[in-house]
């Protein structure tokens, strides 16, 4: 059986969603789809398919009880659209409650042990980071955003940890790694869990939402949460996944592993534009051909920049799969739609972020001094 491949670090390729549940335990998120008043986009469209423990954080939801919303960013340059997913599942959850707490890791340690940039570099990276998702929406107020290199916490519960798990335990997990990938995924366990030490408000329900193919991450942290339970009353963390976007080139996920896939936040819209009329298509070879076979949208990256991100609603969503599919759109216009499209986007969002950094440099104080200052 060709396995589906979840690598954290690495070049995930997932073909079939469905055989996660059987493979690795994923729950489907659609039973709990009735319990959203609200379901944001990435819900609607089947982004978010899979889950584990979401209705724990939605039973905190409903009884107005506290929650954090726990996910990171490595800092190893632009926010691409891939990251953008993760970020908006973030202030999506943190909208659904005044209860809901924000944790949002810079992942210098990773960045250094997985692409070796200093801690100096990342931290100039980092402000840009938390500008980005700042613009996207989130909300300043209930959210801590740290640098994990600098967090205490979180370098003593991975120490913690590593003496509750050996060599065999992570190879199952990870595979054959160097050390200091086990050492960062250590840590990024202490960040996950972090949220629930006492000085932060102590046992609660911890959402991170992921791409799929971090649920390694997710399955560590959980084993990590059982593990530790009686020393520190942790439960294990539940996850939200969101489907890997196609890279513009046609690679199986947008990453910054591969230049040519990628769309950023930082692209001028001059560049988005040409990397879009240059973009791997679903379409045929010849208009022939395409009108009367139809396109292919499910192997199409113009058609993911619709569906993810920027399709002005479900509707709109579904016109450009059908059109599509039945031959009555051609990728040149289809591809001069979604262009404009992301150049109103990126033109309101440069500005909206430009205007940020003092904030997300204010949000980056503010978050240093309540951590340092938490059980004193
Ligand atoms: Fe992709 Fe649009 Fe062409 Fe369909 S018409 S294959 S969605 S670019």
Request: charged share 25%.
């Amino acid at each position: 059986m060709n396995r589906d491949k979840l690598d954290p670090w690495g070049s995930s390729s997932i073909k079939d969603y469905s055989r996660l549940q059987s493979e690795f335990g994923i729950e489907p998120v659609a039973p709990l789809l009735p319990r959203f008043k609200r379901p944001s986009h990435h819900l609607s469209r089947g982004i978010d398919f899979g889950q584990r423990d979401l209705s724990r954080v939605l039973d905190a939801m409903d009884n107005n009880r506290p929650y954090a919303v726990m996910s990171g960013i490595k800092p190893t340059g632009d926010f691409h659209l891939g990251t953008k997913m993760t970020a908006d599942d973030m202030v999506y959850f943190q909208s659904l409650s005044t209860k809901a707490m924000v944790f949002y890791a810079v992942a210098d340690v990773e960045a250094y042990a997985d692409n070796g940039l200093s801690f100096e570099q990342t931290a100039k990276i980092a402000t840009r980071n938390v500008a980005d998702i700042l613009a996207l929406g989130l909300d300043p107020e209930r959210a801590v955003v740290y640098l994990q290199s600098e967090e205490l916490r979180v370098m003593r519960l991975g120490t913690v940890f590593s003496k509750g798990v050996t060599n065999n335990m992570l190879k199952a997990i990870y595979g054959e790694r160097q050390i200091g990938l086990y050492m960062a995924a250590l840590f990024q366990a202490g960040d996950i869990l972090m949220p629930q030490l006492p000085e932060l408000g102590g046992p609660k329900p911890v959402l991170v939402p992921v791409g799929a193919d971090q649920d390694p991450h997710i399955r560590l942290a959980r084993d990590l949460a059982a593990k530790y339970h009686e020393d520190y009353g942790f439960i294990p963390p539940s996850s939200v996944y969101h489907r890997l976007m196609l890279g513009l080139s046609g690679s199986d996920k947008m990453s910054k592993r591969a230049a040519a896939s990628l769309l950023t936040l930082d692209d001028p819209p001059k560049d988005a534009s040409h990397k879009i009329s240059t973009a791997f298509t679903g379409g045929r070879d010849t208009v022939e051909e395409q009108r009367r076979l139809g396109g292919r949208p499910d192997i199409c990256p113009v058609f993911d920049l619709y569906r993810f991100h920027f399709a002005k609603d479900d509707g709109h969503v579904e016109k450009v799969h059908d059109e599509c599919a039945e031959g009555v759109r051609l990728c040149g216009e289809c591809k001069q739609e979604a262009n404009g499209l992301v150049k109103a986007f990126l033109e309101a969002h440069h500005k909206k972020r430009d205007s940020m950094m003092k904030d997300a440099r204010d949000l980056m104080a503010k978050s240093r001094s309540y951590l340092s200052s938490a059980g004193k």
